[in-house]
């Protein structure tokens, strides 16, 4: 889950303005907007680890929360590209589709060589195999949504 939707969702379950978040977490408001921009924006700031370990800590939201294993578990401000990797190595569909949705496709394709290198050596074609298959179908069901 992207760090706005996080910081949304806690907003969101705990009825809190901005202003009264970013109070809870230590900073200005300013700063919380600015975690709050998309990627793509120039202001946009990545939240530092120690806020996202607060929000997984006091609030109890986690990057996993959409998925269906707590993969950022015991580190919840693990970085995405490390919750990508994890989610690769289990190969659940449900989850990959996910995190495609979240941090996009060819950003997750990127990530599939350093995931495949973290398993035993003998699993690497099996898996690779399976998960090929996945990101493919997820290339498809894209590209018949964009066409429709």
Known sequence: MKQQDLLRLTMQQTRQTRAQLAAELGVSKR???KWLLPETSGDFRHMPETALRLLASHFGVRKS???S??????NPAMADDTLIQAVLRRARFADLVRVCMDYSLPVVQAQLPRALASVPEAERPVLSRILLRMLRSIQIAYSERSAA
């Open 31 to 33: 700063a919380l907007d």
């Open 65 to 67: 929360v959409d998925l």
């Open 69 to 74: 294993l707590p993969y950022d578990w015991p």
